[in-house]
């Protein structure tokens, strides 16, 4: 099956740090998602974005799918945005997801 | 999107015993997918719940241990059976539909501890 590699594992910034976290996986792919996880479990749905550049605020996302990566940035980090990140892809035939490691993020005030 | 509603949110349970959770959503959906979550670690599928007939399992999870409903286009159940300290988790319910751009929304999620 499909395996998704994220990077780094762990990121401390500084209120107001930008950061860039990357998603690789072994195979093509037909979905590809964005999540951030919040203390309490819940996943949010940040970007659906299987090939191509999206922006919200102060977040964006790129993903390569003829390079099989994908790419989360985060502008002017504030501490709402701690928690864990998670990509997670769908191959081709299937709608099930595959998670990633995850990126555990902790933004200091 | 879909509204989903996972019940219960958390519950504390005697090793042994077996707890049911529910998954909601508010509208029809084709896909409906229940993820382990264990302390410290990314989501593992554990199975695809198919309406009207037997759930189909990940590599690694049984039927025995993890029991699965879907009576409906809107509704799933989840039981963890003769639950043990190591299924302390938390499980989530996933939805999504067929065909091109596909994209998983998933309930607020169920945070099982098991002493």
């Known amino acids: 099956g499909i395996q998704v590699e994220q990077s780094p594992p762990d990121l401390i910034l500084q209120e107001g740090a930008n950061s860039t976290l990357r998603c690789n996986f072994s195979?093509?792919?037909?979905?590809l998602q964005w999540f951030h996880q919040n203390p309490w479990g819940q996943l949010i749905n940040l970007f659906y974005i299987p090939s191509g550049t999206k922006q919200n605020g102060r977040l964006s996302a790129t993903t390569v799918a003829t390079e099989r990566y994908s790419l989360l940035y985060i502008s002017s980090s504030q501490t709402t945005d701690s928690g864990v990140y998670f990509c997670a892809v769908s191959g081709s035939g299937t709608y099930k997801y595959i998670f990633g490691t995850g990126t555990r993020l902790k933004v200091l005030a | 999107s879909a509204v989903i509603s996972q019940k219960p949110s958390r519950d504390i349970c005697q090793r042994g015993t077996s707890l049911t959770i529910q998954c909601q959503v508010d509208s029809q959906v084709t896909m409906m997918f229940w993820y382990r979550q264990q302390p410290g670690q990314s989501l593992t599928l554990i199975a695809t719940a198919n309406q009207g007939s037997e759930a189909t399992y990940e590599s690694g999870f049984v039927i025995d241990k993890f029991p699965i409903s879907r009576p409906n286009l809107t509704f799933s159940t989840l039981t963890v059976s003769n639950m043990s300290p190591e299924d302390s988790s938390i499980y989530l319910c996933?939805?999504?539909?067929?065909?091109?751009?596909?994209?998983?929304?998933f309930g607020q999620g169920t945070r099982l501890t098991v002493v």
């Open positions: 195979d093509s792919v037909n979905n």
């Open positions: 996933s939805v999504g539909e067929t065909g091109p751009d596909t994209e998983a929304f």
